[in-house]
């Protein structure tokens, strides 16, 4: 049976999370008009295409992203610790040229029960 519950920063990273904002709410918030293609979504997962805020010179603008780095691995890298983010080869440019912000509710994590 799968439960949802919180992710307490010790156990695995998030690999769902949920944003229930409208578009003016977002608007409100940061300031951007998002594209028309956003809904609130309360299970994002990787791969999914999620919101995405870009400092662009001096304002800010929305994107529509997927969520993940593809590689030739079978899966989509989803996180990277910050303790070794500037040292990973995949994630350095990325930590110091290309920040984004990515609005969310909330975050969880599947864990399974036998």
Known sequence: ???PYQNTGTDN???RFCIA????????RYGVSVPPEYRPSYNLSPGNTILVIIREGETSKSYMYEW????NQPHLIINARIETIQEK???RDSFQNHR????????????YYM
């Open 21 to 28: 904002a409208s578009p003016g709410e977002i608007y409100e």
């Open 1 to 3: 049976m799968k439960v």
């Open 13 to 15: 990273m998030c690999g």
């Open 68 to 71: 993940g780095i593809r590689t």
């Open 100 to 111: 984004c912000l990515i609005p969310a509710s909330g975050y969880y994590e599947w864990k």
């Open 89 to 91: 080869f995949l994630f």
